[in-house]
């Protein structure tokens, strides 16, 4: 089975700080994606950032980095410089290539950025 | 294009009535998603569609759900003889079926109360 597991139900960070959201999978798969999406309070859920499978470097969107260890089958999330605007649900999810594009997400991690 | 559409926002029902929600994906994308969540978990897959085919169905879609795509258009997911468990978030999504690993456009949700 494929699945996707996020160990942290919740997370807190100062404003300005930076804080890593961990995120590990399953799959027998080589080739696949990875996403990680942010759902605010009563909000839809939007994707912040993507990688390739078979891409090694990790991704990046402006604040918003990963580390994408495919031996070790984990993909945490970096937020540099905290933002208010940051605090949300994080959910990361995974698309196995040749599978219909059916998202597996994980249970989610909720972030609350301190002021 | 103002992105996916679900309506209605939420429904409250009572136990044994039935209901139909209404999703309008981004227009050029041919595949549609539906997902259900609960509340502190990540979304759970519910069934696709490319065009108005009906491609995949998850064992989590009992007999009492429907969903359907006339014309590959707008999809409905109805829920009959609604049952407590059936409350959840309701999400819809669409992508394009050679972009899925661009990852989804979601909608906002039909939340459900079942009473």
């Known amino acids: 089975a494929q699945t996707v597991t996020q160990s942290q139900p919740e997370m807190s960070v100062q404003e300005a700080e930076t804080v890593t959201l961990s995120c590990t999978y399953d799959?027998?798969?080589?080739?696949?994606?990875l996403f990680w999406y942010k759902q605010p309070p009563s909000r839809q859920m939007i994707l912040v950032i993507r990688?390739?499978?078979?891409?090694?470097q990790n991704a990046t969107e402006n604040r918003f980095s990963v580390n994408f260890q495919k031996a070790a089958k984990s993909f945490s999330l970096k937020i540099s410089d905290s933002q208010l605007g940051d605090t949300a649900m994080y959910f990361c999810?995974?698309?196995?290539?040749?599978?219909?594009?059916?998202?597996?997400f994980g249970q989610g991690t909720e972030l609350s950025v301190k002021p | 294009d103002t992105g996916v559409s679900q309506n209605p926002r939420h429904k409250i029902t009572k136990r044994g009535q039935n209901v139909t929600f209404r999703c309008d994906p981004i227009?050029?994308?041919?595949?549609l998603y539906w997902y259900r969540q609960t509340l502190g978990q990540g979304p759970e897959f519910l069934t696709y569609?490319?065009?108005?085919?009906?491609?995949?169905k998850s064992r989590l879609l009992s007999d009492r759900f429907s969903a359907e795509r006339p014309k590959g258009s707008f999809s409905t997911l109805e829920i009959q003889r609604t049952e407590q468990g059936d409350s959840a978030m309701y999400l819809c999504?669409?992508?394009?079926?050679?972009?899925?690993?661009?990852?989804?456009?979601f909608g906002s949700g039909t939340r459900l109360t079942v009473v």
């Open positions: 999810a995974f698309i196995p290539y040749n599978q219909g594009g059916k998202l597996i």
């Open positions: 227009s050029e994308h041919n595949r």
């Open positions: 799959t027998s798969e080589n080739n696949y994606y």
């Open positions: 990688q390739e499978a078979y891409k090694q």
């Open positions: 999504a669409s992508s394009l079926a050679g972009g899925t690993h661009y990852g989804y456009t």
């Open positions: 569609f490319q065009n108005e085919a009906q491609l995949e």
